[in-house]
């Protein structure tokens, strides 16, 4: 593993062939790492890291729209949406959610999804269906629908990439983990997640500049879009209450707090029922496909078959369900705390993000296949390691297949028995946490990670970055025992 040692960088840091074991054993096949003439001087050209990894992930969201291009016309006839792997939420919810039919989100219609995923929503349909007024059937309305919101997503899935390497410019490569994402592949625009994504990762570039009401402002922007990027607040005030910077987490708290009732409030006033729609459908939301309560509810016999009482037991009886995952991921936020207090170096703001969000996910009732989305940039940076990560995302992709096939079982016409769905359910579990795992394990050794093996200390972290800890602090001396001085 590539280290700095005496105040030096090494030069290999970010040579993935030399530093990670997985891309090292695959370089074999073509010759190798690359040599000390191919590295030293630096080679210069048009290809350079960033330009490769920019294209790299452009041709990765054109052949996303390939991939989810049967599906564009709406005509899914004989389950043509599942057999091609194609199906979006962003066809089916132009005519589910009264698009195609004019109507306003919120004012006309209830929506299932915070506001600025509704007011988005409407902003490009009602401009799509009136334009299919005025020129009648042939302009086939769910189509162009979903074009304007893939063309709109995919520019915001380049600009998160290229927001990565804004956070990684000593280590551009590990951007790469995230253009060639094969999860990122198949749901890219299954949803508007991206929607949240974006400002999110951007909150953190915000964040990392030292502008924390900027960092405030895109987070407000996120969750008013999907609820998860709230849960990024939680391990940027642990972190703030372990060094001391509690002002600026302060002001990124209450400016995000500011800027979500802006953008909400509104609605909360004039289309009460609309907005709370939201919370309504997420309280009384049963045990979805693929979550740990399934797999207890299925395992080990599959739909016909008894699973575990206590959880067919949960199935049926939604408000324990609630209080019982809602104290499970309570318990794993009190364990993470624990871990950003006690571990022998203040861990990194992005390890901390991604380990809340996985347990978010592993407790959840809820796991639809496009939340892997959250995950993806948080896990490149948390941990850029090519092993774990595809191993991960693979399993993320067969659970995407074995998904499609267990809804065309619903649908009437079976195509795998359920224990075949379970098993790549617990697959997709099981590899997500063992990532967990090690960044548990870089946390505790943080000679383990990657990111300070150059002698960086948080890039992600703005004011984190380099600060001591605050003197309240009782493990405070031993935390020198793991600090490299960070090059001038």
């Given at each position: 593993?590539?280290?700095?040692?005496?105040?030096?960088i090494?030069?290999?840091?970010?040579?993935?062939a030399r530093?990670?074991?997985?891309?090292?054993?695959?370089?074999?096949?073509?010759g190798g790492?690359l040599?000390?003439?191919?590295?030293?001087?630096?080679?210069?050209?048009?290809?350079?890291?960033?330009?490769?990894?920019?294209?790299l992930?452009c041709?990765?969201?054109?052949l996303?729209?390939?991939?989810?291009?049967?599906?564009?016309?709406?005509?899914w006839?004989?389950?043509k949406?599942?057999?091609?792997?194609c199906?979006?939420?962003v066809v089916?919810?132009?005519?589910?959610?009264?698009?195609?039919?004019?109507q306003?989100?919120y004012?006309?219609?209830?929506?299932?999804?915070?506001v600025l995923?509704?007011?988005?929503?409407?902003?490009?349909?009602?401009?799509?269906?009136?334009?299919?007024?005025?020129?009648?059937?042939?302009?086939?309305?769910?189509k162009?629908f979903?074009d304007?919101?893939?063309?709109?997503?995919?520019?915001?899935?380049?600009?998160?990439?290229a927001?990565?390497?804004a956070?990684?410019r000593?280590?551009?490569w590990?951007?790469?983990?995230?253009?060639?994402?094969?999860?990122?592949?198949?749901?890219?625009?299954?949803?508007?997640?991206?929607?949240?994504i974006?400002?999110?990762?951007?909150?953190?570039?915000?964040?990392?500049?030292r502008k924390?009401?900027?960092?405030?402002?895109?987070?407000?922007l996120?969750v008013a879009?999907?609820?998860?990027p709230l849960?990024?607040?939680?391990?940027?005030?642990?972190?703030?209450?372990?060094?001391?910077?509690?002002?600026?987490?302060?002001?990124t708290?209450?400016?995000?707090?500011a800027?979500?009732l802006?953008?909400?409030?509104?609605?909360?006033?004039?289309?009460?029922?609309?907005?709370?729609?939201?919370?309504?459908?997420?309280?009384?939301?049963?045990v979805d496909?693929?979550?740990?309560w399934?797999?207890?509810a299925?395992?080990?016999?599959g739909?016909?078959?008894?699973g575990?009482?206590?959880?067919t037991w949960?199935s049926t009886?939604?408000?324990?369900l609630?209080?019982?995952?809602?104290v499970?991921?309570a318990?794993?936020?009190?364990?993470?705390?624990?871990?950003?207090?006690?571990?022998?170096?203040?861990?990194?703001l992005?390890?901390l993000?991604?380990?809340?969000?996985?347990?978010?996910l592993?407790?959840?009732k809820?796991w639809?296949?496009?939340?892997?989305?959250?995950?993806?940039?948080?896990?490149?940076?948390?941990?850029?390691?090519?092993?774990?990560?595809?191993?991960?995302?693979l399993?993320?992709?067969?659970?995407?297949?074995?998904?499609?096939?267990e809804?065309?079982?619903?649908s009437?016409?079976?195509?795998?028995?359920?224990?075949?769905?379970?098993?790549?359910?617990?697959?997709?579990?099981?590899?997500?946490?063992?990532?967990?795992g090690?960044?548990?394990?870089?946390?505790?050794r943080?000679?383990?990670?990657?990111v300070r093996a150059d002698?960086?200390?948080d890039?992600d972290?703005?004011?984190?970055?380099?600060?001591?800890?605050?003197?309240?602090?009782?493990?405070?001396r031993?935390?020198?025992?793991?600090?490299?001085?960070?090059p001038?």
């Open positions: 593993m590539a280290v700095a040692r005496a105040g030096r090494d030069p290999y840091a970010d040579e993935p530093e990670d074991w997985f891309v090292r054993g695959v370089s074999e096949a073509v790492p040599g000390d003439h191919a590295v030293r001087p630096p080679r210069r050209g048009f290809w350079t890291p960033v330009r490769i990894v920019l294209a992930a041709l990765l969201f054109a996303h729209w390939v991939q989810k291009s049967p599906c564009r016309d709406g005509a006839v004989n389950l949406q599942y057999k091609d792997l199906y979006t939420d089916a919810l132009y005519y589910a959610e009264g698009l195609g039919e004019g306003v989100p004012a006309d219609h209830k929506v299932e999804y915070p995923t509704g007011l988005f929503m409407g902003a490009v349909g009602l401009p799509v269906h009136a334009v299919g007024q005025a020129l009648g059937p042939a302009f086939n309305q769910g162009w979903y304007a919101n893939a063309l709109i997503l995919c520019g915001l899935g380049v600009g998160t990439v927001m990565v390497l956070l990684r000593r280590r551009p590990d951007a790469l983990l995230l253009a060639v994402a094969p999860a990122m592949l198949f749901t890219a625009t299954v949803n508007w997640d991206l929607l949240a974006a400002p999110t990762v951007g909150a953190l570039v915000a964040w990392a500049r924390p009401a900027l960092a405030g402002l895109l987070l407000g996120g879009a999907k609820f998860y849960l990024i607040l939680g391990p940027l005030l642990v972190l703030a209450l372990r060094s001391g910077k509690l002002r600026q987490a302060g002001m708290v209450l400016t995000a707090a800027t979500w802006v953008v909400n409030l509104p609605f909360a006033v004039f289309f009460r029922d609309a907005w709370l729609e939201f919370f309504r459908l997420n309280s009384t939301r049963g496909w693929g979550t740990f399934y797999i207890g299925h395992f080990p016999r739909r016909d078959g008894a575990f009482f206590p959880f949960l009886h939604i408000p324990a609630n209080l019982l995952y809602g499970l991921f318990v794993c936020c009190l364990g993470i705390a624990a871990l950003a207090i006690l571990a022998p170096r203040r861990p990194r992005a390890q993000a991604f380990l809340v969000v996985a347990c978010f592993l407790t959840g809820v639809s296949q496009q939340y892997v989305l959250w995950l993806i940039p948080l896990a490149v940076l948390a941990r850029p390691r090519w092993g774990a990560f595809l191993a991960w995302q399993a993320e992709v067969g659970y995407f297949l074995a998904f499609y096939a809804l065309m079982g619903a009437g016409k079976g195509v795998i028995p359920e224990w075949v769905f379970v098993f790549f359910a617990v697959a997709r579990l099981i590899t997500l946490a063992v990532l967990v090690y960044v548990v394990r870089d946390v505790l943080p000679d383990r990670d990657a002698g960086a200390d890039p972290g703005g004011v984190l970055d380099g600060a001591p800890d605050a003197a309240w602090l009782p493990n405070r031993r935390v020198d025992r793991f600090h490299v001085p960070v001038s």
